[in-house]
């Protein structure tokens, strides 16, 4: 096992870290471009600009690199706190650390190409298995294919995907039986399809599908896709954010833009009932017992779900900087509690959205906006309900399958 000798402990207060500050400063300035982005399905670029300057998209980087090599619980409240803004910007954010994570798994003269000196490196694409086909050539592959979710695409300078690699027409399979194999393509030299991101909520992720076609990718910029999803392949790097298995990671980042923008319908829910009278009513929205009932309610279960999260990621942080190895049982709990909490918000926020009224539906309200983005979010294959089951399975002793190592 290897020896973490950095960052063996969480912050103490994870909203004193100036990059939480930083983002929680931001929202005012979200709520500025939130039309622009909607609108044309992408984070403005001055927004980027600000993004970089904070730090954002160095979040989950080695300090060797230039970046913040932020422990998972402040990556989740940064993360939160811009969701609360805009949640296409809280999800591009999120999915960039996951990206990174997973290009620190390259050899090291691709993570060097990736994360030049005084890089701004953005990371968009999938870590879901398949879209492409290559063919071994010298020095490489010749990859053709098309994927979805490229969410950030904009913003990106390069591109994640996975692919099968074909021996006389047939997928190569590795000894550990794996048959995916991940690259990393130049933003600049692929292909973003116009028209294939028309969707309710979270448009201004700008998640088209895009392709390559025969394009040359070099060895350097190549890994094994080992798990379903992923597995971490990252641990070389020293510190204890390195070391997490990849339960601690994936899962929690998409929870966390979920979670932040329940936190914006509570707060879009409080801000209308003290401002609306309902039609045929004397009293404002606040004054009736019923809403007062449904925001102390969504408050606490959100809550609770963000607590248990929260608390499952530090169990698994305090066992490997004490030296341990992290349980199963251990790693289940972490990937169950992100998908609770999951559903913990969609319960604040469908509380929140009933009691908004005729206001809950209009396409102009923040409480519609929000709950657009929250849906689509918790649509997502890392919230999904079949992970009870594949962690139930865990926990009477029974193989949970490949998804959960």
Not at 147 to 163: I, K, N, P, V, Y
Not at 263 to 270: E, H, M, P, S
Not at 271 to 283: C, H, I, N, V
Request: charge should be neutral.
């Amino acid at each position: 096992m290897q020896t973490i000798v950095e960052d063996r402990r969480l912050p103490v207060d994870i909203d004193a870290q100036p990059v939480v500050q930083a983002a929680a400063a931001l929202k005012p300035t979200l709520r500025h471009y939130q039309d622009e982005i909607e609108r044309e399905q992408r984070l403005s670029p001055e927004l980027v600009e600000q993004m970089h300057a904070a730090g954002f998209y160095r979040l989950l980087l080695p300090r060797s690199l230039g970046g913040l090599q932020a422990d998972p619980l402040t990556y989740i409240r940064v993360i939160e706190h811009l969701a609360e803004g805009v949640g296409s910007v809280g999800w591009n954010v999120a999915n960039n650390g996951v990206g990174s994570l997973v290009t620190l798994g390259l050899p090291d003269d691709g993570v060097q190409e990736i994360y030049p000196k005084g890089h701004r490196t953005v990371i968009a694409g999938t870590a879901v298995q398949g879209g492409g086909e290559a063919v071994s050539v010298p020095g490489g592959y010749r990859v053709s294919g098309r994927w979805t979710f490229g969410s950030g695409c904009h913003e990106a300078a390069w591109m994640l995907g996975s692919f099968q690699i074909l021996d006389d027409g047939q997928p190569r399979r590795r000894d550990d039986g794996g048959m995916f194999w991940r690259g990393v393509f130049p933003r600049a030299e692929v292909e973003v399809i116009p028209g294939s991101w028309e969707v309710s909520g979270l448009r201004g992720t700008g998640s088209f599908d895009w392709t390559v076609k025969d394009f040359f990718l070099p060895e350097r910029r190549t890994t094994v896709h080992a798990g379903v999803p992923l597995d971490n392949q990252w641990a070389h790097w020293p510190g204890v954010t390195y070391a997490l298995p990849a339960q601690a990671w994936v899962g929690p980042h998409q929870c966390a833009v979920i979670t932040g923008l329940a936190r914006a319908g509570i707060n879009a829910l409080v801000e209308l009932a003290g401002e609306k009278t309902p039609r045929g009513r004397t009293g404002r929205l606040c004054d009736n017992p019923q809403v007062q009932d449904a925001v102390g309610r969504a408050d606490a279960i959100l809550n609770a779900g963000r607590i248990y999260r929260n608390a499952m990621i530090a169990e698994l942080w305090n066992t490997l900087a004490d030296g341990r190895e992290t349980t199963l049982e251990q790693r289940a709990r972490c990937r169950l509690a992100a998908v609770h909490a999951g559903d913990c918000a969609r319960q604040a926020m469908d509380l929140m959205f009933r009691h908004g009224g005729s206001s809950s539906f209009k396409t102009a309200s923040r409480l519609a906006e929000v709950w657009r983005d929250l849906q689509v979010v918790g649509q997502a294959a890392t919230l999904a309900p079949e992970w009870y089951p594949i962690g139930g399975r865990a926990f009477l002793g029974l193989d949970p399958g490949p998804r959960l190592r």
